[in-house]
Every structure is written in C-alpha cells, then in structure tokens.
C-alpha cells in the first residue's frame, strides 16, 4: 500500500465519519441507522479494489465502534462493526476492475457488486442479530425471523441509497 493510498483510506474513514453524523435518515433502536457513511467506503473500493476496500472499510468499522459504541459480547463487536463495513468495501471492490478498464455497462456490474455486498453485510448483522440480540424478540416470532427483519430495515436502504449516489461517485472515480 503506497503512502498515497494510506492517505486516500484517512481521508474516507474521516468523510465517513462526518457524513454518518451529518445524514443519519433514521436511528434504530438497538443500533443501525440509515446513514451515507458507507460511501467513501464504496468510492475507495471502486477506486483501489477488494484489498483497500476491505481494509477502508474494516478501519471505519473500528472507528464507528468507539465514537458510537453498542455491544454486548466481542464477537458481536467483531461482526457488527470491523467485519460488515469490510464486507461492504471487499463486495464492492469486485467491481473496481471494471470501473478501471471497461467503462461500458460499469454501471450496472457496480450495482450488482454493491447488492453482493449488501448481502454480505446483511448476513453478517443478521447472524449476530440472531446470536446477541435473541433477547429483544417479540414472544411468539422467530429469533431468525425478527433478526432479519430489523437488519433489513436499515441494510437494505441504506444499499440502495449506496447504488444511487454511486452513479454520481463513478463520474468522478479515477484508478
């Protein structure tokens, strides 16, 4: 990783930060939110790839985590914060050779790479959801059940925020 790229990771992480507090669209109650902060994450990854994606997303996560700290167990910390953002960035970075090389039909390999991705990090909250917030279920509903729904509440619009504004970012994405 050059210094530039090490630079370029700061920078989104502290975008990221700032866009996360500024743009919070809902606040849930046993933590996520619908908010932009994933979008840096998602322009590092179309710009660098898998690897700077992963590693943008995975530093933001730990960031997020001590500026907004909601947990119950280390493992649940390790999935809900460092692992989904992670996801997030390597998901999306498959797209970034295209973005690179090809730039015809980008737009649409970037929104499959970003639905990928919010798969990914869906599984993820989900799995954690299941294990660490069981207690939360309402009587009579499926832990499995209320765990996917309350992440799907806010993963998936928050995705499809992430495939709008993504065809702003890609305007101005150069490798």
């Known amino acids: 990783m050059t210094v530039r790229q090490s630079a370029e990771i700061g920078m989104a992480i502290a975008l990221a930060v700032v866009l996360g507090a500024l743009t919070r669209l809902l606040q849930l109650p046993y933590g996520g939110s619908i908010n932009l902060s994933g979008l840096p994450i998602v322009a590092m990854a179309l710009r660098h790839g898998v690897k700077t994606g992963a590693t943008t997303g995975a ?9 907004n700290p909601y947990y119950f167990h280390p493992i649940q910390v390790i999935l809900d914060y460092p692992l989904a953002f992670a996801v997030l960035g390597a998901g999306t970075g498959l797209a970034a050779a295209t973005v690179a090389q090809d730039r015809r039909g980008m737009r649409w390999v970037v929104m499959g790479a970003l639905g990928f991705a919010g798969i990914l990090r869906l599984a993820i909250h989900w799995v954690s959801g299941m294990v660490f917030f069981a207690h939360f279920t309402p009587e009579g509903q499926p832990v499995w059940l209320y765990s996917l729904t309350y992440n799907v509440s806010y993963v998936a619009p928050e995705i499809a925020l992430y495939m709008l504004l993504s065809q702003i970012v890609l305007r101005f994405i150069k490798s």
């Open 59 to 67: 530093l933001f996560g730990i960031v997020d985590f001590m500026l």
